[in-house]
């Protein structure tokens, strides 16, 4: 499959599980929604940078010239417009089954405003993933070189 359209999938099945789970959770706790909201973010932002470290690292292994590697913009940008999207239809369809509460919200809404940041809430942590991703295997071979540099040691030593 193509990578983008995996990340896509995947990724807006995850904020539609959230928002699920987090709607099932305020009918029966509502006084304890800020910090389930909360959660629910960091869950998220925490899965979309783990997945971009993962791709920019196999990326800086696959390239190991800066100027060489592969356009991961795109490939982040593309999942997450896919999955913003996506997520917002399905999350309006899911909405008129009885006992989901995931925000009446409109369908002009889910597909511009709600997808919108669920485009940057997917794009941005990617790249910062990637950016992550892509120094820590410069970093190590950054270590190893001045080992490499010093020359051979003195023959009397």
Known sequence: MI?????????GALVVALR???????VQWPTQGSWMRMLSLLVLVVVIVAWGVLDGRKDRTAHPDPER???????????GVAGGVGSGA?????????RFDLGDNGL???LTAGASFIVLL?????LIGVGIGRMLPGRKADGATPSLTKGPAPAGA
């Open 3 to 11: 990578a983008w359209v995996v990340r896509a999938v995947l990724l």
């Open 20 to 26: 699920t789970v987090l709607g099932f959770a305020m």
């Open 90 to 98: 399905v999350s309006w369809a899911l909405d008129f089954l009885p």
């Open 69 to 79: 590697g592969s356009d991961l913009t795109i490939r982040w940008l593309k999942a």
């Open 122 to 126: 997917i794009f941005i942590p990617g």
């Open 108 to 110: 002009l809404f889910e």
